[in-house]
């Protein structure tokens, strides 16, 4: 069983700054590509930022130079600095991990309940 808390989200005014967090428990063989996902209202849940267990990232490009992905791969942690924050940017983000339970599942993925990010103009 997997249980991701995410953290760090709230009422921010347009230029702002925050800094989500998601913290992965459970019994884990192995973390691989974790990654934020939002969705806001009316639209589908899009990647927003992930980064590999290696540390490589990729950025949609609406927050490129804006957001800044990271892990503590010790720690089961994964992060999301964002700033220079726009009303654009309000949304459910939702982290999202790539794990196995055992050495011989295979790779699925995991989901946090969410946390509400609402940038004020």
């Known amino acids: 069983q997997v249980h991701l808390v995410e953290s760090g989200g709230g009422l921010v005014q347009a230029g702002g700054s925050l800094r989500l967090s998601c913290a992965a428990s459970g019994s884990i063989f192995a973390i691989y590509t974790t990654g934020w996902y939002r969705q806001a209202p009316g639209k589908q849940r899009a990647l927003v930022a992930r980064i590999t267990r290696g540390g490589i990232t990729n950025y949609d490009d609406s927050v490129k130079g804006r957001f800044t992905i990271s892990r503590d791969n010790a720690k089961n942690l994964v992060y999301l600095q964002m700033n220079s924050l726009s009303p654009e940017d309000t949304a459910v983000y939702y982290c999202?991990?790539?794990?196995?339970?055992?050495?011989?599942?295979?790779?699925?993925?995991?989901w946090g309940q969410g946390t509400q990010v609402t940038v004020s103009s």
């Open positions: 999202n991990i790539k794990a196995r339970l055992y050495s011989t599942t295979p790779e699925r993925d995991y």
